[in-house]
């Protein structure tokens, strides 16, 4: 199991920024009024200058923000994610492994992989994400998948994490070939992420639950998008060289007979 002093690490500034734009975009009276603001006030001040541009910018910024929670536009820009996705070859691997994205993700994930597990298609099951790891295992095996075929890492926080976290736990057991479970609009970034770590990856989408709300579908998307630049900016998409493949930096233990993996 991953070392305990992973999962006791501080937030990342990405995710503080991901709870504050959520915070924020989630109370629409922080942004509909200063945009309103922009939009009259500069015709309500006396000699204000750029009267025209400032009260076009907001007009502009108030219309794309109620445009973004439009089922049209959340249906192109979710299009725009999952089109480059291969399709799921239908071929075996090495291991289903199924990315934790909360609670309201775990039902629909729980379903599609004890599915793919009874259908033969790998003989292990490894869940990654903090707060989500144990639970989606616990949620398994009560339907009916053995313990022993079950395993999870519960620090990672991010998709960055989730790749390299199981990578330390899977493919020092030769592990080279996934099955990679998770909605729609996170997979193409996961995709790109385990490929980098040296994963052999075929992909296969859970959907999103029908109960998430307009605003929360069109957050989830527009994360993905933000994710997408950050990663690629970061290099983290390119294949990985050794010494990157060690940071943090990852030792193992022989526990109950499988080897797991302890982290700094």
């Given amino acids: 199991m991953l070392d305990p002093a992973l999962c006791d690490r501080p937030p990342s500034q990405w995710l503080e920024l991901k709870r504050m734009l959520s915070d924020w975009l989630t109370t ?25 541009p400032l009260s076009a910018l907001g007009t502009v910024l108030l219309l794309a ?17 999952v089109s480059f996705i291969p399709t799921d070859s239908g071929a075996t691997a090495d291991a289903i492994v199924v990315l934790g994205r909360g ?15 009874q259908a033969g298609r790998a003989p292990v099951i490894f869940a990654s994400g903090r707060g989500d790891g144990p639970r989606i295992v616990q949620m398994l095996r009560a339907e009916g998948i053995p313990a022993q075929v079950l395993d999870n890492e519960q620090c990672s926080r991010t998709t960055e994490e989730n790749a390299r976290f199981t990578a330390a736990v899977l493919q020092p057991q030769g592990i080279k070939t996934i099955l990679l479970v998770t909605d729609p609009p996170h997979m ?19 959907p999103v639950p029908s109960g998430l709300d307009r605003q929360e579908k069109s957050l989830t998307v527009f994360y993905e998008y933000m994710g997408l630049l950050k990663y690629a900016l970061q290099g983290r998409f390119l294949p990985r060289t050794s010494p990157e493949l060690n940071q943090p930096q990852v030792g193992v233990l022989l526990q109950a007979g499988t080897f797991k993996s302890v982290g700094l």
Wanted: aromatic share 10%; hydrophobic share 50%.
């Fill in 65 to 81: 923000y109620h445009a973004a929670f439009f089922p049209p536009t959340l249906a192109i820009a979710n299009q725009g994610l």
């Fill in 28 to 52: 629409p009276s922080l942004i509909i009024l200063p945009l309103l603001a922009l939009t009259i006030l500069p015709w309500v001040i006396p000699r204000m200058p750029w009267k025209r």
């Fill in 103 to 117: 609670q309201e993700m775990r039902k629909p994930r729980v379903e599609v992989v004890s599915k793919l597990w």
């Fill in 188 to 206: 193409l970034r996961s995709l790109l992420t385990f490929r980098s770590l040296r994963f052999r990856v075929i992909p296969h989408v859970s």
